[in-house]
């Protein structure tokens, strides 16, 4: 009995080992920092890096983001004076 006990607590003991090495392969992830963005190949600003016009690219940029802002105040402003 007692063997039979040890044989199946030494079976389980394998098991959960098995299990344990399967779960590691799974969640095993690439070498990576994980503080980086990937944008994998088809970022934008790559592209403009790759082909020497990121300067243009930053400046278009910019330009985007000033004119959302600028549309985002503009109902706000409008409602102002409508009062």
């Given at each position: 009995m007692e063997e039979e006990n040890k044989v199946q607590e030494t079976e389980q003991e394998v098991e959960a080992t098995e299990e344990k090495q399967e779960v590691k392969k799974e969640v095993k992830l690439k070498d990576s920092n994980p503080y980086h963005k990937d944008y994998g190949e088809d970022d934008d600003e790559t592209k403009a890096f790759l082909s020497g016009k990121l300067s243009?690219?930053?400046?278009?940029?910019?330009?985007?983001?000033?004119?959302?802002?600028?549309?985002?105040?503009?109902?706000?402003?409008?409602?102002k004076l409508q009062t």
């Open positions: 243009k690219y930053h400046q278009e940029q910019r330009e985007n983001k000033a004119n959302a802002a600028t549309e985002q105040r503009t109902p706000m402003r409008l409602k």
